[in-house]
């Protein structure tokens, strides 16, 4: 299937990956795994430097295809004692076996038409994501999995192999966007909005409801956070607890804390 990415596509990707939750029961996994990723920022960055490439969806891609493992290739998850067996087959095709993980790496991006591409916003990044995937899951009105799975944007249905799909088979491994969602809200990596920043009479007016309050869940401070996610470079978890990523993300939009922060 063939899908383009249009300025609506586009919106689509951004208002999931905005409201997108992490789910309860995978928060730890998520918390572990983000950790993970971002501990071998300076591998990743040896690979994506020369490439163009962004360190964290290198890091992602390696989650995704080879569990965070740096004995495998990055194009599959086979071992790099031997080329590749699964597909793609026969990779690398220079060079001779046992390869590093750098040089695999390399050759499996450079493959997937990834080098050289000067439009990384995260809206290019999620497309990325789910071309490589298959659009699959877009005929049967599923968010795919590979990109929303452990989140609120996705809850069963999945393929158990190619061309066999299942209504109720439910992924167990976390989706691409959800892992960028969480570094993200992290601080870890950081997006420019697709979307035009909200106004900033509706975060006035939220701010005027909203006191510093890190413990005590609020509808007005996750109605905040959602306005100040429509910002560019900020992206906040909507959970209701106006603590201090809440308050720096105002004060970048506004040039003031939340009132009752110890900062203010």
């Known amino acids: 299937m063939k899908i383009e990415l249009t300025d609506d596509l586009r919106h689509e990707y951004q208002t999931l990956f905005d409201t997108c939750l992490v789910a309860p029961p995978h928060a730890a996994e998520i918390e572990s795994t983000t950790t993970k990723i971002a501990a071998n920022q300076a591998r990743y960055e040896s690979v994506g430097g020369p490439l163009g490439i962004p360190w964290f969806f290198i890091g992602v891609t390696h989650c995704m295809e080879g569990g965070l493992n740096f004995k495998t290739h990055l194009h599959n998850g086979d071992p790099l004692t031997a080329r ?131 413990k005590t869940e609020s509808a007005a401070a996750a109605k905040l956070q959602q306005a100040l996610n429509q910002f560019p470079g900020i992206s906040l978890a909507v959970d209701g607890f106006a603590g201090k990523r809440t308050s720096d993300a105002l004060k970048r939009v506004t040039g003031h804390f939340l009132k009752g922060d110890p900062r203010a």
């Open 84 to 214: 590749t067996v699964q597909v793609p087959k026969g990779r690398p095709k220079k060079g001779n076996p046992p390869f590093t993980w750098e040089d695999s790496a390399t050759d499996a991006l450079t493959l997937e038409g990834f080098a050289g591409l000067d439009d990384w916003a995260l809206t290019s990044i999620l497309y990325r994501f789910e071309k490589y995937n298959g659009f699959g899951y877009r005929p049967r009105k599923i968010n795919s999995p590979y990109l929303w799975s452990f989140s609120n944007q996705y809850t069963q249905g999945k393929f158990a192999a190619d061309g066999v799909f299942s209504p109720v088979l439910v992924s167990k491994q976390c989706g691409a966007a959800v892992l960028l969602r969480r570094l993200a809200e992290r601080s870890i990596i950081h997006f420019d909005s697709d979307n035009n920043p909200a106004d900033d009479d509706t975060v006035g007016e939220l701010d005027a409801l909203v006191v510093y309050a890190p």
